[in-house]
């Protein structure tokens, strides 16, 4: 039995701290993220958003976790 996609991001995050869309796509097979941050974010999940500019001027997200308490904050970084 596989665990969900949300345990297996939560998972994710804690061992890692952060995930992008590429990284839950190429390791855990999700291609749905933000829903699953939103529905893990309702469960109490502290979950912050950063902004990101690559090299070749595309944006994303990285959605990085903390085990401090419940928290959104949006940050913007290039």
Sequence with gaps: MSE???TAILRYLKTHGTITQ???L???GCFRLSARIKELRNEGADIRT????DERGKH???YIYSDRGPGQQQLFST
């Design 50 to 53: 950063e902004f990101v500019k």
């Design 26 to 28: 190429m390791k855990i």
């Design 60 to 62: 994303y997200a990285r």
């Design 4 to 6: 969900n996609q949300r």
């Design 22 to 24: 590429v990284d839950a």
